[in-house]
């Protein structure tokens, strides 16, 4: 599904060296960036979201996404272990966030020939990245 919207917590993630999935970016302003509790290098443990906690080892990665991310807004509950080995629990909120770059645009340029433009963006960029970034 394609849309110029979606709902997130403002975080992306990424397999670290041990294999766990560890948050790799904060998006500015962004629920997971206000919070000031998340930290790039966190690694997520379990995800709580309506009423649901599931460990984040037993999910494959289109559950994961699902319950992170989606058309829906809604609070997630999510357990992370930090640097430092402190294992803590951190509340946000999914918001609506605009995707600009993924928006299909065209036009056309009028004159003795009208000559038609589509720009399509990149939409598979990120799944021949081999770090398999994820954005939540």
């Known amino acids: 599904m394609m849309s110029a919207s979606e709902y997130s917590a403002g975080f992306e993630l990424e397999e670290n060296e041990k294999g766990n999935l560890s948050i790799s970016f904060l998006q500015p302003g962004g629920s997971a960036w206000r919070s000031g509790q998340l930290h790039t290098g966190d690694v997520l443990v379990k995800v709580k979201s309506d009423g649901i906690e599931k ?65 399509l963006p990149g939409f598979y960029t990120r799944e021949e990245d081999p770090a398999q970034v994820k954005q939540i």
């Not at 990665?61 to 319950?67: G, K, S, V």
């Not at 809604?74 to 928006?103: N, P």
């Not at 056309?108 to 433009?117: A, E, P, T």
């Open 55 to 119: 460990e984040v080892a037993e999910m494959d990665d289109d559950e994961l996404e699902n319950m992170l991310g989606g058309t829906i807004m809604g609070d997630l509950e999510l357990t992370v272990k930090t640097a430092a080995g402190e294992i803590k629990k951190v509340k946000l909120r999914k918001e609506k966030i605009d995707d600009e770059e993924s928006i299909v645009k065209s036009y056309v340029l009028r004159g003795n020939k009208n000559i038609g433009y589509i720009n």
